[in-house]
């Protein structure tokens, strides 16, 4: 039966210390088209697997030095190794499997073995493998068009930007007031999408594990003033209000709440937040109150921003999914389903948290509640 996939040939390590084992499994591997390399201790094994990592590894689980769990826990602890399926040997029946696959082993099999079913083992891993590696493959691949993607959407969408803005500033000629309004319009539309894809860049960044927070101290008070003021003409355009109460940090003696963190993130969540609350409702208004908790024995104090609406509310079945990427709401007016799971992963970057209250037909509070002391991730 040939083993060769593509025109790549599966490379199997064999770890045991008693050589005429090496040998037996080697003959047998072999035999089916398998590239066999052989080790005879953990600590070689180890080496080999960090300069040349294989397909699958075969290990024995008693030898001397260096056992075979150890091997296979050392294995699974090394960074940025990908994964590779271990199949544990042994001779002694009360060795066991629990312990075997509690280390990180995905097979056990004991001596001595049917050829068939060793073989079939080795088939069985090599198949998990093959699937593990395809999908990492892909998740490559998808992450790098996105980069792609964002990167050069964004240098059309900046030139439209600025040419539509010379429009607008009758920079070329004079434009009827009708011509205004629609080039305001093409505007909007052109900003919407710019924010969509910077959004969609910004995701990419934090799961890719290239996003670094720029660390600083910032006031979140401030913060939240700043973007109310840029807020305010979309909430006075609905005649809704839109308030602020950090009443609750003066009782506390505090006029501001100075903490750490990347300061150009956290807005982009206020704002996000924010805009949210005014986008979704249509009478009433959205209330912002920054407030403290202190700390307790088991947990630490943080530092709060409630966003409360009286719009339309999230239903029950979608309060469970709001957070994950592309998960839009059933409201006509849900963007890409991207900016709350941005939100998310800025909070939780910063050791916090994100949460969600909502009923239907009466509104909703979404809470963040950041550290005031914080091991960043």
């Given at each position: ?13 064999v770890?045991?210390?008693?050589t ?16 066999v ?12 697997v960090?300069?040349s ?41 009360q ?18 073995f049917?050829?068939d ?13 093959h ?20 990167h ?10 600025r ?11 004079k ?9 305001a319009?093409?505007?909007?539309s ?10 969609l ?51 506390l ?24 609350a ?13 407030f ?12 709060c ?11 029950p ?5 709001i ?11 849900s ?6 799971h ?22 909703s ?5 950041l550290?005031?002391?914080t091991?960043?991730?």
């Amino acid at each position: 039966m040939s083993v060769v996939k593509s025109d790549k040939i599966d490379r199997v390590l064999v770890v045991d210390d008693v050589t005429d084992n090496l040998f037996l499994v080697q003959t047998i591997l072999e035999s089916e088209g398998y590239k066999v390399d052989l080790v005879s201790d953990g600590a070689t094994a180890l080496q080999k697997v960090v300069q040349s990592p294989p397909d699958l590894i075969l290990l024995d689980v008693m030898m001397p030095g260096m056992n075979g769990y150890e091997v296979t826990q050392r294995i699974r602890h090394y960074p940025g190794l990908s994964y590779i399926p271990i199949l544990l040997i042994t001779a002694y029946t009360q060795v066991s499997v629990v312990e075997a696959l509690d280390v990180g082993a995905d097979d056990f099999i004991r001596k001595p073995f049917d050829t068939d079913e060793l073989l079939a083992r080795v088939r069985s891993l090599l198949r998990l493998k093959h699937s593990i590696d395809e999908q990492e493959k892909m998740t490559r691949q998808r992450e790098d068009f996105v980069s792609r993607l964002t990167h050069d959407l964004r240098t059309p969408l900046v030139a439209a930007d600025r040419m539509l803005a010379l429009f607008q500033q009758e920079t070329f000629c004079k434009i009827s007031p009708e011509m205004k309004r629609a080039v305001a319009v093409m505007i909007r539309s052109n900003q919407n999408l710019m924010q969509m894809v910077n959004t969609l860049l910004e995701v990419y960044r934090f799961e890719a594990g290239k996003k670094t927070l720029n660390l600083e101290k910032y006031d979140l008070k401030e913060i939240v003033e700043e973007v109310i003021s840029e807020l305010a003409p979309l909430a006075m355009e609905k005649n809704l209000t839109l308030t602020l109460d950090s009443h609750a940090l003066n009782q506390l003696g505090n006029d501001q709440e100075i903490i750490i963190g990347d300061k150009l993130e956290i807005r982009r969540v206020v704002n996000n937040l924010i805009g949210n609350a005014i986008k979704f409702t249509d009478t009433g208004g959205v209330k912002i109150r920054i407030f403290d908790t202190l700390p307790t024995k088991t947990e630490q104090g943080t530092v709060c921003m409630e966003v409360a609406d009286t719009g339309y509310g999230i239903a029950p079945e979608d309060q469970a999914t709001i957070f994950e990427r592309f998960r839009q709401g059933k409201n006509k007016r849900s963007g890409s389903g991207l900016g709350l799971h941005l939100s998310q992963r800025i909070v939780e970057a910063h050791g916090g948290k994100i949460e969600l209250c909502s009923e239907l037909g009466k509104g909703s509070i979404f809470t963040i509640r950041l550290p005031k002391e914080t091991e960043f991730q």
